[in-house]
């Protein structure tokens, strides 16, 4: 009897922290907006990006697929940086809940860019 109140007691307790532990959240939890700006950048359209952190909990080794992409405006590396197929954000520093980062390129068409990967800080 008392190992099961003793299990009882843990699983409530469990129940309440868990929550708090294990933040559910996954690559669903960035939005990545791109609205073009009305600006031409050597003949091409310029796009602002706004890629947003919806998550509870701060998230950091942000990485998107960036296959193909290209740009005659330069970004600052610290902002996002391309190594292969992927871009690095932020300097894979923490985004905290709600916060985003911004940066704008100039290329037409613009690129479909994809949250591949990042690391839940909860």
């Not at 922290?17 to 939890?29: F, K, V, Y």
């Not at 390129?105 to 909860?122: E, G, M």
Request: glycine letters at 6%; hydrophobic letters at 40%.
């Amino acid at each position: 009897m008392a190992a099961l109140i003793k299990f009882s007691i843990g699983f409530l307790l469990f129940s309440f922290i868990s929550p708090a532990i294990g933040q559910q959240c996954d690559l669903n939890n960035f939005v990545i907006g791109t609205v073009r700006s009305g600006r031409e950048i050597e003949g091409k359209p310029e796009w602002n990006v706004q890629v947003v952190n919806t998550c509870k909990c701060p998230q950091s080794n942000i990485v998107l697929s960036c296959k193909g992409f290209q740009t005659v405006e330069p970004i600052s590396p610290s902002i996002f940086n391309k190594v292969g197929d992927f871009c690095h954000i932020n300097q894979d520093l923490p985004v905290q809940p709600q916060a985003s980062v911004r940066f704008s390129y100039a290329w037409d068409p613009p690129f479909l860019l994809r949250p591949a990967s990042a690391k839940v800080l909860c």
